[in-house]
């Protein structure tokens, strides 16, 4: 079992930049890929980025290649999404994911533990 805790969310203008934190409880956590995904009222839950278990492969959506960057400490258990350049539409409550096997995983279906979720709005 494992518990996903994140932190970091919260309001911000346009062109600013946030650091979300996800601390995940066991011993375990190096065995998990994880995954940042987000959902925005009247849409569908969508992934940001993913990372393999020991960050040496990641994956980001289109639409912020170039302005986030996920990456993770498995010697304190979390995993971090980098937001930078934020813009409006990046408005949205992020949730953070782990993922069985280790290896990167982008649909929402393989991820087996998933956080309460942590609201970032972005003001133009």
């Known amino acids: 079992q494992v518990q996903l805790d994140e932190s970091g969310g919260g309001l911000v203008q346009a062109g600013g930049s946030l650091r979300l934190s996800c601390a995940a409880s066991g011993r375990t956590f190096r065995t998990y890929a994880m995954g940042w995904f987000r959902q925005a009222p009247g849409k569908e839950r969508e992934i940001v980025a993913a990372?393999?278990?020991?960050?040496?492969?990641?994956f980001y959506a289109e639409s912020v290649k170039g302005r986030f960057t996920i990456s993770r400490d498995n010697a304190k258990n979390t995993v971090y999404l980098q937001m930078n350049s934020l813009k409006p539409e990046d408005t949205a409550i992020y949730y953070c994911?782990?993922?069985?096997?280790?290896?990167?995983?982008?649909?929402?279906?393989?991820?087996?533990?998933w956080g309460q979720g942590t609201q970032v709005t972005v003001s133009s």
């Open positions: 994911a782990a993922a069985r096997g280790g290896y990167i995983a982008t649909m929402s279906q393989t991820y087996d533990y």
């Open positions: 990372i393999s278990w020991s960050g040496g492969s990641t």
